[in-house]
Protein backbone atom coordinates (compact mmCIF):
# COMPACT_ATOMS: atom_id res chain seq x y z
CA UNK A 1 0.00 0.00 0.00
CA UNK A 2 1.34 3.45 -1.04
CA UNK A 3 1.54 6.27 1.12
CA UNK A 4 -1.37 8.00 -1.21
CA UNK A 5 -3.57 5.05 -0.37
CA UNK A 6 -3.04 5.54 3.34
CA UNK A 7 -3.91 9.00 2.72
CA UNK A 8 -6.61 7.92 1.04
CA UNK A 9 -7.67 5.87 3.67
CA UNK A 10 -7.51 8.09 6.04
CA UNK A 11 -9.57 10.64 4.24
CA UNK A 12 -12.19 8.38 3.93
CA UNK A 13 -12.55 7.37 7.63
CA UNK A 14 -11.99 11.25 9.06
CA UNK A 15 -14.40 12.51 6.33
CA UNK A 16 -17.77 10.95 7.73
CA UNK A 17 -16.51 11.40 11.44
CA UNK A 18 -15.61 14.84 10.61
CA UNK A 19 -19.30 15.39 8.87
CA UNK A 20 -20.73 13.91 12.11
CA UNK A 21 -19.40 15.92 13.80
CA UNK A 22 -20.03 19.21 12.63
CA UNK A 23 -23.75 18.63 11.84
CA UNK A 24 -23.90 17.31 15.37
CA UNK A 25 -23.04 20.38 17.21
CA UNK A 26 -24.59 22.51 14.21
CA UNK A 27 -27.84 20.71 14.95
CA UNK A 28 -27.55 19.47 18.45
CA UNK A 29 -27.24 22.97 19.56
CA UNK A 30 -30.90 23.62 18.94
CA UNK A 31 -31.84 21.78 21.83
CA UNK A 32 -30.97 25.48 23.64
CA UNK A 33 -34.43 26.03 21.49
CA UNK A 34 -36.28 23.03 22.79
CA UNK A 35 -35.54 23.38 26.27
CA UNK A 36 -36.65 27.04 26.65
CA UNK A 37 -39.92 26.17 24.50
CA UNK A 38 -40.82 23.27 26.01
CA UNK A 39 -40.45 24.83 29.93
CA UNK A 40 -41.94 27.94 27.98
CA UNK A 41 -44.63 25.56 27.35
CA UNK A 42 -45.58 24.38 31.20
CA UNK A 43 -43.56 21.68 30.88
CA UNK A 44 -40.88 21.45 33.65
CA UNK A 45 -36.99 20.90 33.73
CA UNK A 46 -37.12 17.03 34.43
CA UNK A 47 -39.91 16.68 31.80
CA UNK A 48 -38.02 18.26 29.02
CA UNK A 49 -34.95 16.45 29.84
CA UNK A 50 -36.45 13.02 29.67
CA UNK A 51 -38.06 14.15 26.56
CA UNK A 52 -34.57 14.73 25.13
CA UNK A 53 -33.27 11.65 25.96
CA UNK A 54 -35.50 8.98 25.61
CA UNK A 55 -37.76 10.26 22.42
CA UNK A 56 -34.81 12.29 20.96
CA UNK A 57 -36.53 12.79 17.82
CA UNK A 58 -36.53 17.05 17.76
CA UNK A 59 -39.78 18.09 15.43
CA UNK A 60 -41.75 15.55 17.29
CA UNK A 61 -40.75 16.83 20.32
CA UNK A 62 -41.10 20.60 19.92
CA UNK A 63 -44.71 19.27 18.40
CA UNK A 64 -45.16 17.98 22.00
CA UNK A 65 -44.49 20.81 23.33
CA UNK A 66 -46.90 23.05 21.16
CA UNK A 67 -49.72 20.74 22.95
CA UNK A 68 -48.65 21.31 26.14
CA UNK A 69 -48.44 24.65 25.42
CA UNK A 70 -52.40 24.63 23.90
CA UNK A 71 -53.55 22.14 26.14
CA UNK A 72 -55.40 18.92 23.66
CA UNK A 73 -52.51 16.65 24.99
CA UNK A 74 -53.76 13.51 23.72
CA UNK A 75 -54.16 14.77 20.34
CA UNK A 76 -50.67 16.70 20.64
CA UNK A 77 -49.26 12.93 21.73
CA UNK A 78 -50.79 11.50 18.81
CA UNK A 79 -49.95 13.85 16.22
CA UNK A 80 -46.02 13.81 17.73
CA UNK A 81 -45.59 10.12 17.26
CA UNK A 82 -47.07 10.52 14.18
CA UNK A 83 -43.85 12.89 13.02
CA UNK A 84 -41.92 10.59 14.29
CA UNK A 85 -42.98 7.72 12.00
CA UNK A 86 -40.79 9.35 9.26
CA UNK A 87 -38.01 7.65 11.40
CA UNK A 88 -39.30 4.80 10.30
CA UNK A 89 -39.02 4.63 6.75
CA UNK A 90 -35.14 6.08 7.32
CA UNK A 91 -34.99 2.80 9.28
CA UNK A 92 -35.70 1.20 6.56
CA UNK A 93 -33.06 2.32 4.11
CA UNK A 94 -30.68 2.06 7.33
CA UNK A 95 -31.48 -1.16 8.29
CA UNK A 96 -28.87 -2.72 5.92
CA UNK A 97 -26.02 -0.29 7.56
CA UNK A 98 -26.72 -1.04 11.02
CA UNK A 99 -25.91 -3.63 13.34
CA UNK A 100 -28.04 -6.89 12.52
CA UNK A 101 -29.21 -7.39 16.16
CA UNK A 102 -28.37 -7.35 19.84
CA UNK A 103 -28.50 -4.69 22.38
CA UNK A 104 -26.52 -2.76 19.61
CA UNK A 105 -29.15 -2.94 16.87
CA UNK A 106 -31.17 -1.75 19.94
CA UNK A 107 -28.99 1.54 20.87
CA UNK A 108 -28.42 2.15 17.00
CA UNK A 109 -32.85 2.33 16.80
CA UNK A 110 -32.60 5.06 19.11
CA UNK A 111 -29.99 7.33 16.53
CA UNK A 112 -32.48 6.34 13.56
CA UNK A 113 -33.12 10.48 12.91
CA UNK A 114 -32.91 12.49 10.39
CA UNK A 115 -29.59 13.91 10.74
CA UNK A 116 -27.84 10.88 11.00
CA UNK A 117 -30.05 8.99 8.00
CA UNK A 118 -28.55 12.20 5.54
CA UNK A 119 -25.24 11.60 6.73
CA UNK A 120 -25.00 7.96 6.25
CA UNK A 121 -26.68 7.86 3.00
CA UNK A 122 -24.15 10.42 2.00
CA UNK A 123 -21.08 8.81 2.13
CA UNK A 124 -19.70 6.41 -0.86
CA UNK A 125 -19.64 3.67 0.63
CA UNK A 126 -21.37 1.33 4.01
CA UNK A 127 -17.93 1.26 6.16
CA UNK A 128 -18.32 5.38 6.19
CA UNK A 129 -21.75 5.32 6.11
CA UNK A 130 -21.67 3.36 9.79
CA UNK A 131 -19.07 6.00 10.81
CA UNK A 132 -20.77 8.35 10.14
CA UNK A 133 -23.81 7.37 11.53
CA UNK A 134 -22.45 6.40 15.03
CA UNK A 135 -20.38 9.87 15.17
CA UNK A 136 -23.52 11.97 14.13
CA UNK A 137 -25.49 10.08 16.75
CA UNK A 138 -23.50 10.60 19.30
CA UNK A 139 -22.51 13.89 18.83
CA UNK A 140 -26.62 15.18 18.59
CA UNK A 141 -27.06 13.19 21.36
CA UNK A 142 -24.60 14.52 23.72
CA UNK A 143 -24.86 17.99 22.67
CA UNK A 144 -29.13 17.89 22.29
CA UNK A 145 -29.19 16.84 25.92
CA UNK A 146 -26.60 19.15 27.18
CA UNK A 147 -28.30 22.05 25.27
CA UNK A 148 -31.97 21.01 26.50
CA UNK A 149 -30.68 21.13 29.90
CA UNK A 150 -29.12 24.59 29.00
CA UNK A 151 -32.38 25.90 27.73
CA UNK A 152 -34.61 24.51 29.96
CA UNK A 153 -32.86 26.09 32.98
CA UNK A 154 -31.98 29.31 30.75
CA UNK A 155 -35.06 29.78 29.59
CA UNK A 156 -36.00 33.47 28.96
CA UNK A 157 -32.09 34.55 30.58
CA UNK A 158 -30.68 33.91 26.84
CA UNK A 159 -30.80 36.07 24.07
CA UNK A 160 -34.12 35.45 22.56
CA UNK A 161 -34.03 32.10 19.78
CA UNK A 162 -35.42 34.43 17.16
CA UNK A 163 -33.02 37.79 17.92
CA UNK A 164 -30.12 34.99 17.40
CA UNK A 165 -31.96 33.72 13.88
CA UNK A 166 -32.03 30.34 15.82
CA UNK A 167 -35.04 29.58 13.62
CA UNK A 168 -33.40 29.64 10.31
CA UNK A 169 -31.20 27.19 11.59
CA UNK A 170 -33.49 24.30 11.10
CA UNK A 171 -34.40 24.66 7.75
CA UNK A 172 -31.16 25.81 6.86
CA UNK A 173 -29.32 22.57 8.24
CA UNK A 174 -32.50 20.35 6.14
CA UNK A 175 -31.88 22.08 2.61
CA UNK A 176 -28.21 21.57 3.21
CA UNK A 177 -28.80 18.06 3.91
CA UNK A 178 -31.34 17.09 0.90
CA UNK A 179 -29.04 19.32 -1.71
CA UNK A 180 -26.32 16.98 -3.24
CA UNK A 181 -29.41 14.59 -3.31
CA UNK A 182 -31.16 17.42 -5.30
CA UNK A 183 -28.86 17.56 -7.48
CA UNK A 184 -28.71 13.85 -8.18
CA UNK A 185 -31.45 13.83 -10.67
CA UNK A 186 -34.71 15.52 -12.05
CA UNK A 187 -36.80 12.92 -10.01
CA UNK A 188 -35.37 13.73 -7.08
CA UNK A 189 -36.25 17.63 -7.72
CA UNK A 190 -39.40 16.84 -8.43
CA UNK A 191 -40.20 14.63 -5.61
CA UNK A 192 -38.36 17.37 -2.84
CA UNK A 193 -40.47 19.71 -4.76
CA UNK A 194 -43.90 17.90 -4.65
CA UNK A 195 -42.99 17.48 -0.57
CA UNK A 196 -42.64 20.84 0.09
CA UNK A 197 -45.65 21.85 -1.80
CA UNK A 198 -47.89 19.33 -0.32
CA UNK A 199 -46.51 19.77 3.31
CA UNK A 200 -47.28 23.76 3.03
CA UNK A 201 -50.78 23.13 1.40
CA UNK A 202 -51.82 21.08 4.15
CA UNK A 203 -50.02 23.08 7.08
CA UNK A 204 -53.28 25.35 7.23
CA UNK A 205 -55.82 22.68 7.28
CA UNK A 206 -54.01 19.43 9.01
CA UNK A 207 -53.25 19.23 12.65
CA UNK A 208 -48.56 20.45 13.22
CA UNK A 209 -46.15 17.41 12.21
CA UNK A 210 -49.32 15.61 9.92
CA UNK A 211 -48.34 17.71 6.73
CA UNK A 212 -44.85 17.00 6.74
CA UNK A 213 -45.72 12.62 6.82
CA UNK A 214 -48.29 13.46 4.33
CA UNK A 215 -45.23 14.78 1.81
CA UNK A 216 -44.19 11.48 1.77
CA UNK A 217 -47.08 10.70 -0.75
CA UNK A 218 -44.68 12.66 -2.96
CA UNK A 219 -41.99 9.66 -2.09
CA UNK A 220 -44.74 6.92 -3.06
CA UNK A 221 -45.58 8.67 -6.68
CA UNK A 222 -42.30 8.92 -7.74
CA UNK A 223 -41.58 5.42 -7.03
CA UNK A 224 -44.37 4.39 -9.05
CA UNK A 225 -43.47 6.95 -11.50
CA UNK A 226 -39.66 6.14 -12.01
CA UNK A 227 -38.90 3.11 -10.14
CA UNK A 228 -35.03 2.25 -11.21
CA UNK A 229 -33.91 -1.83 -11.73
CA UNK A 230 -32.86 -3.47 -8.95
CA UNK A 231 -29.45 -3.08 -8.70
CA UNK A 232 -26.77 -5.29 -7.02
CA UNK A 233 -26.60 -3.91 -3.34
CA UNK A 234 -29.71 -3.51 -1.94
CA UNK A 235 -30.59 0.09 0.10
CA UNK A 236 -27.43 0.52 0.26
CA UNK A 237 -26.04 3.87 0.27
CA UNK A 238 -25.59 6.13 -2.61
CA UNK A 239 -22.47 5.96 -4.35
CA UNK A 240 -20.29 8.45 -4.77
CA UNK A 241 -20.48 8.55 -8.84
CA UNK A 242 -24.23 7.78 -10.31
CA UNK A 243 -26.98 6.30 -8.03
CA UNK A 244 -27.91 3.04 -7.46
CA UNK A 245 -29.03 1.84 -11.18
CA UNK A 246 -27.95 5.59 -12.25
CA UNK A 247 -26.12 3.95 -15.63
CA UNK A 248 -29.84 2.61 -16.49
CA UNK A 249 -30.71 6.46 -16.25
CA UNK A 250 -29.29 8.48 -18.61
CA UNK A 251 -31.03 11.80 -16.86
CA UNK A 252 -28.61 11.05 -13.83
CA UNK A 253 -25.94 13.50 -13.72
CA UNK A 254 -22.59 13.04 -12.00
CA UNK A 255 -23.44 13.65 -8.80
CA UNK A 256 -19.51 13.99 -8.39
CA UNK A 257 -19.09 14.72 -4.87
CA UNK A 258 -22.08 13.46 -3.16
CA UNK A 259 -20.72 15.56 -0.25
CA UNK A 260 -23.26 16.68 2.42
CA UNK A 261 -20.97 18.94 5.01
CA UNK B 1 -48.20 17.64 35.70
CA UNK B 2 -49.09 14.07 36.06
CA UNK B 3 -50.80 14.20 32.40
CA UNK B 4 -47.89 15.80 31.50
CA UNK B 5 -45.48 12.78 32.75
CA UNK B 6 -47.44 10.37 30.88
CA UNK B 7 -47.78 12.68 27.71
CA UNK B 8 -43.71 12.53 27.75
CA UNK B 9 -43.47 8.70 28.60
CA UNK B 10 -45.81 7.63 25.90
CA UNK B 11 -44.35 9.87 23.49
CA UNK B 12 -40.84 8.90 24.06
CA UNK B 13 -42.17 5.24 23.83
CA UNK B 14 -43.93 5.82 20.72
CA UNK B 15 -41.03 7.41 18.66
CA UNK B 16 -38.65 4.59 20.09
CA UNK B 17 -41.02 1.81 18.71
CA UNK B 18 -41.27 3.69 15.44
CA UNK B 19 -37.28 3.68 15.04
CA UNK B 20 -37.04 0.64 16.05
CA UNK B 21 -39.84 -0.87 13.25
CA UNK B 22 -37.79 0.69 10.83
CA UNK B 23 -34.83 -1.87 11.33
CA UNK B 24 -36.86 -5.16 11.81
CA UNK B 25 -39.01 -5.27 9.32
CA UNK B 26 -38.01 -8.20 6.98
CA UNK B 27 -34.99 -7.34 4.28
CA UNK B 28 -37.17 -8.89 1.88
CA UNK B 29 -39.36 -6.03 1.58
CA UNK B 30 -36.48 -4.06 0.02
CA UNK B 31 -36.24 -6.26 -2.75
CA UNK B 32 -39.27 -4.98 -4.70
CA UNK B 33 -37.58 -2.18 -7.19
CA UNK B 34 -40.77 0.40 -6.22
CA UNK B 35 -40.09 -0.05 -2.32
CA UNK B 36 -36.38 0.71 -2.43
CA UNK B 37 -36.96 3.53 -4.61
CA UNK B 38 -39.32 4.53 -2.27
CA UNK B 39 -37.64 4.30 0.88
CA UNK B 40 -34.75 6.32 -1.03
CA UNK B 41 -37.27 8.96 -2.14
CA UNK B 42 -38.74 9.82 1.50
CA UNK B 43 -35.67 11.37 3.00
CA UNK B 44 -35.98 13.85 0.27
CA UNK B 45 -40.31 14.34 0.49
CA UNK B 46 -39.55 14.41 3.97
CA UNK B 47 -37.11 17.11 4.59
CA UNK B 48 -37.72 18.98 1.64
CA UNK B 49 -41.32 19.11 3.76
CA UNK B 50 -39.66 20.02 7.31
CA UNK B 51 -37.64 22.56 5.11
CA UNK B 52 -40.39 24.61 3.79
CA UNK B 53 -43.18 23.90 6.85
CA UNK B 54 -40.44 25.94 8.95
CA UNK B 55 -39.15 27.85 6.06
CA UNK B 56 -43.28 29.32 5.83
CA UNK B 57 -44.32 27.96 8.87
CA UNK B 58 -46.16 30.46 11.58
CA UNK B 59 -47.87 27.53 13.78
CA UNK B 60 -50.55 25.96 12.30
CA UNK B 61 -50.67 28.72 9.24
CA UNK B 62 -47.95 30.22 7.03
CA UNK B 63 -46.33 33.59 7.26
CA UNK B 64 -43.43 35.09 5.67
CA UNK B 65 -40.93 36.09 7.81
CA UNK B 66 -38.52 38.21 6.01
CA UNK B 67 -35.69 37.79 8.09
CA UNK B 68 -35.82 34.07 7.76
CA UNK B 69 -36.56 33.81 4.43
CA UNK B 70 -33.61 36.06 3.69
CA UNK B 71 -31.53 33.71 5.88
CA UNK B 72 -32.23 30.96 3.66
CA UNK B 73 -31.63 32.81 0.93
CA UNK B 74 -28.35 33.11 2.26
CA UNK B 75 -28.31 29.50 2.84
CA UNK B 76 -28.93 28.28 -1.23
CA UNK B 77 -26.22 31.06 -1.64
CA UNK B 78 -23.81 29.40 -0.13
CA UNK B 79 -25.14 26.01 -1.03
CA UNK B 80 -24.39 27.18 -4.62
CA UNK B 81 -20.83 28.65 -3.75
CA UNK B 82 -20.20 24.92 -2.44
CA UNK B 83 -19.96 26.48 1.19
CA UNK B 84 -19.09 23.47 3.92
CA UNK B 85 -22.07 22.75 6.34
CA UNK B 86 -21.16 24.81 9.06
CA UNK B 87 -20.65 27.75 7.00
CA UNK B 88 -24.10 27.30 5.23
CA UNK B 89 -25.85 27.91 8.73
CA UNK B 90 -23.63 30.02 10.14
CA UNK B 91 -24.32 32.44 7.09
CA UNK B 92 -28.08 31.44 7.41
CA UNK B 93 -28.79 32.31 10.76
CA UNK B 94 -26.37 35.32 10.79
CA UNK B 95 -28.32 37.13 7.88
CA UNK B 96 -31.65 36.76 9.79
CA UNK B 97 -30.20 38.07 13.06
CA UNK B 98 -28.55 40.91 11.73
CA UNK B 99 -31.57 42.01 9.64
CA UNK B 100 -33.40 41.38 12.76
CA UNK B 101 -31.45 43.58 14.62
CA UNK B 102 -31.40 46.57 11.98
CA UNK B 103 -35.66 46.17 12.64
CA UNK B 104 -36.21 43.99 9.48
CA UNK B 105 -39.16 41.39 10.21
Not at chain 1, 146 to 165: D, H, K, V
Not at chain 2, 6 to 32: E, S, W
Not at chain 2, 37 to 52: K, N
Request: glycine share 14%.
Amino acid sequence: MTDTDDRTAERARARPVRDGLVLGLAVGTSGVAFGAAAVGSGMNVAQACVLSLLAFTGASQFALAGAVASGGLAGGVAGAILLGSRNTLYGLRLADLLPPRGARKLVAAHGVIDETTAISLAQPDPAAARLGFWATFATIYVTWNLTTLLGAFGAGRLGSPQSLGIDVVGPAAFLALIWPRLRAGRAERAVGLAGAVIALAATSFLPPGVPVILAATAALAGALISPRPAGPRPAGPRPAGPGPGGAEDPRLPDSGEAGVP
Amino acid sequence: MTGIWVAVLVMAAGCYALKLTGLIVPRGVLDNPRVRRFAELVPIALLAALTAVQAFGAGQSLGMDPARLAGLGAAVAALLLRAPFLVVIVVAAGTAAVLRALGVG
